[in-house]
């Protein structure tokens, strides 16, 4: 099994910077799984935010390109969302997920942590 603790939530005001941060833990996790990072925002359904692969490349969400940056450390088993220029529209419950590559879908999920940006 797989275990994914998501960290670093907040409030922050517009134009605002957040890092959120997600540890992983488990018998099967493996450096190899792409990480990613979703969000769910209130009455919305869950989309996208980025992710990482286990050779580093990344990719993005059209909504974030520029602004958020994912980044990993496999040392610490641990992935990361930097958030800059926090816009109101980024208030969400942000997800952590893991992507063993069986299937083409995310295997694991976090709890969730929650970043609310006021205006």
């Known amino acids: 099994q797989v275990q994914l603790v998501e960290s670093g939530g907040g409030l922050v005001q517009a134009g605002g910077s957040l890092r959120v941060s997600c540890a992983a833990s488990g018998r099967t996790f493996r450096t190899t799984y792409t990480m990613g990072w979703f969000r769910q925002a209130p009455g919305k359904e869950r989309e996208f935010v980025a992710g990482i692969r286990w050779s580093y490349s990344t990719y993005y969400a059209d909504s974030v390109k520029g602004r958020f940056t994912i980044s990993r450390d496999n040392a610490k088993n641990s992935v990361y969302l930097q958030m800059n220029s926090l816009k109101p529209e980024d208030t969400a419950v942000y997800y952590c997920?893991?992507?063993?590559?069986?299937?083409?879908?995310?295997?694991?999920w976090g709890q969730g942590t929650q970043v609310t940006v006021s205006s």
């Open positions: 997920a893991a992507k063993s590559g069986l299937t083409a879908e995310y295997d694991y």
